[in-house]
């Protein structure tokens, strides 16, 4: 297997991997690593870089790939909206129930040993509008919980710059995301469509980033030497390391 090539991934995706780990070090970003940990949240970013700036910090980019739509609007979901109108669908969702209860007054579902405390099943009426509202409520839900990954990356403070990696035919610029930049491929190359925003990021998240970096390298050249885990306790129970006062003594 290709170092950074996951299991199971595609060969479009992984080409997409490539093509931004050779864009990024040719925009100066000499410390590149892909599937790396970032600190601040659960995800992994398909590439993460890193460019030293003189008497600077420097700057961390990350970029996704994305090779399908789906796979696109999967994550592109923003959580401010997506709650406000989940907040709006929930008071129509009250409200409506409020007013079938009205009309309904003996509806229950029998889900209680005491008729008195028996939730009413509003979906055995067969209301158009109320199925309607649940059907929108999950959908949001879902994509509240599941699908916010490129929100929470921004809001979490993980880069200084994103960009989304993606091939030229599935560019659309209403589909990327706020504040995100768009590398399109074009002819065996990367071309920077739109321009991301700057976001600050820790002097101190910088270090714990590079650091993760630095292990997603070492696992990449672990796996090309066929170093496992197992050789590593080996190789330290053999030879233990001395103290500088063993050394010396």
């Known amino acids: 297997m290709a170092a950074g090539i996951k299991h199971?991934?595609?060969e479009r995706h992984a080409r997409l991997k490539r093509l931004a780990f050779l864009w990024a070090q040719a925009q100066g970003y000499s410390a590149c690593a892909m599937e790396v940990s970032l600190p601040n949240c659960r995800y992994r970013a398909d590439v993460t870089a890193y460019r030293l700036a003189p008497k600077q910090v420097g700057s961390i980019a990350i970029f996704e790939c994305k090779q399908a739509l789906c796979d696109l609007r999967r994550d592109n979901c923003q959580s401010e909206a997506a709650r406000q109108r989940l907040e709006t669908i929930s008071q129509r969702r009250q409200t409506l129930e409020q007013r079938l209860r009205a009309h309904y007054p003996n509806l229950r579902n029998g889900d209680s040993?005491?008729?008195?405390?028996?939730?009413?099943?509003?979906?055995?009426?067969?209301?158009?509008?109320?199925?309607?509202l649940l059907r929108e409520l999950r959908?949001?839900?879902?994509r509240l919980y599941d699908c916010t990954k490129f929100d929470k990356l921004l809001?979490?403070?993980?880069?200084?710059l994103y960009f989304l990696v993606l091939p030229e035919e599935l560019f659309r610029d209403s589909e990327i995301p706020v504040d995100w930049g768009a590398l399109v491929e074009d002819d065996g190359t990367l071309k920077l469509v739109r321009k991301p925003i700057w976001h600050e990021t820790r002097t101190e998240?910088?270090?714990?980033?590079?650091?993760?970096?630095?292990?997603?390298?070492?696992?990449?050249?672990n796996r090309k030497f066929e170093i496992?885990?197992?050789?590593?306790?080996?190789?330290?129970?053999?030879?233990?390391?001395?103290?500088?006062?063993?050394e010396d003594g």
């Open 8 to 10: 199971g991934e595609t």
């Open 113 to 132: 040993l005491f008729p008195e405390f028996d939730l009413p099943d509003f979906t055995a009426v067969g209301h158009r509008g109320y199925a309607r």
């Open 139 to 142: 959908v949001l839900q879902n």
């Open 155 to 160: 809001r979490y403070r993980c880069a200084n």
């Open 205 to 221: 998240y910088h270090i714990r980033l590079l650091h993760r970096i630095a292990v997603a390298g070492t696992r990449v050249i």
């Open 228 to 246: 496992t885990f197992d050789d590593i306790v080996a190789w330290s129970r053999d030879r233990p390391v001395r103290s500088r006062r063993g």
